[in-house]
């Protein structure tokens, strides 16, 4: 009998909520374009506000802009492009792409920033789940991953612009959004119709904005009734049963505040492109270094930027839980990769 596989990628994309998936359902019966001022426009238009309310509640956001996007990329090159700000190599590429990274990270993960009104720093990493203490005044900051799985109000972050994206916290890919502070400005990167209060042109992915508002509520929800913290234990489990068994691997980041499910392990000359193939036959769904860029498997310019030399940045891998999980799965992807490490033992010696 196969046994069924187990996704401990959460970090990479969420599976889709129910709730998402119903209101997007809902919203396929919705025929208006939500510009229209007839009956049926006013319905679409009923739908991607509702959806910008239940984002605002869930940011902690109410009272800012919410700038709905094709996701957290294009949320970045809105608030990015062309104001020279400053970052760090520890960046998302979607961010790193739009700004100066000659702000020095820390063997711990955390940045300095001296200049917070023309920086941009992410509040989490998605591959060492690394929190950031953000600095009063601070440009734009990378939200996304900290959405949905910390306590978060962004109206008292500090901060001028957040960057967030409906599918890491279960609701649809290809629908994010950029949060404002009230009078801040910037000019629109797609021109055309003055859609989305003239910073983003084009009609409303009505559908996707319907289940990302969703899958915010829900999320809150479930950060609310303790679910995170439930992870987090999970998370603690599986790192004592790889660190008994694997006494020379890394854990990376965990010094300091990081993401409740995030594990970001190093084992020096085991690959981690190569514990990722082993453990996605074994039925197990993770992620090695960089692994949002487009599937490619590539050295951790994270850890790198951490101060680890070439071997451990291409050695790292990131298991990262969620919800769903369960003490099971964690326990036998404990005992699978530990076999699978005794394995490459073997071979090394």
């Known amino acids: 009998m196969t046994r069924a596989r187990s996704y401990l990628d959460w970090n990479a994309t969420a599976p889709l909520r129910a709730e998402a998936r119903a209101a997007m359902i809902a919203a396929m019966d919705v025929v208006g374009n939500p510009s229209s001022v007839h009956a049926e426009g006013r319905a679409a238009r009923a739908l991607i506000e509702r959806a910008r309310a239940q984002v605002a509640a869930a940011l902690g956001a109410d009272g800012a ?24 190599e520890i960046e998302h590429d979607a961010v790193r792409e739009w700004i100066d990274p000659v702000l020095e990270t820390g063997p711990d993960g955390r940045v300095q920033v001296p200049d917070p009104a023309r920086a941009a ?4 990493n998605s591959e ?11 440009a734009v900051s990378d939200l996304t991953q900290a959405f949905g799985k910390l306590p978060l109000a962004f109206n ?63 999320a809150a929800r479930d950060l609310a009734a303790g679910e995170w913290e439930r992870v987090e234990k999970l998370r603690n489990i599986l790192a004592e049963a790889l660190a ?38 074994a039925g197990f769904a993770v992620s ?38 369960t003490r099971e799965e964690v326990e036998r992807f404990a005992q699978t990769w530990l076999a699978q490490l005794t394995k490459h033992r073997a071979r090394a010696a």
Not at 297 to 306: H, N, P, T
């Open 128 to 138: 060492t789940g690394v929190v950031q203490d953000l600095p009063e005044g601070l």
């Open 121 to 124: 720093l992410q509040l989490a």
């Open 65 to 88: 802009e919410i700038v709905f996007t094709s996701g957290a990329t294009e949320a970045a090159a809105l608030a990015l492009a062309g104001r020279g700000l400053q970052g760090s």
């Open 288 to 325: 090695a270094g960089a692994a949002c860029s487009s599937g490619k498997v590539r050295e951790s310019r994270v850890l790198r930027a951490m101060g680890h030399d070439a071997r451990i940045a291409a050695s790292a891998i990131r298991v990262s839980l969620g919800p769903a999980t």
């Open 156 to 218: 008292w972050l500090g901060v001028q612009m957040g960057l967030v994206s409906a599918h890491k916290l279960g609701g649809p890919k290809g629908v994010g959004a950029l949060v404002m502070r009230r009078g801040v400005e910037l000019e629109a990167r797609i021109r055309g119709g003055g859609q989305e209060m003239g910073r983003r042109a084009g009609t409303e992915n009505v559908i996707g904005i319907a289940g990302f508002g969703a899958a915010a509520e829900a």
């Open 244 to 281: 008994a068994g694997a006494p020379e691997t890394i854990f990376v980041g965990n010094t300091g505040a990081r993401l409740p499910n995030t594990l970001c392990l190093a084992t020096p000359g085991w690959k981690g492109e190569t514990q990722v193939m082993a453990m996605d036959l």
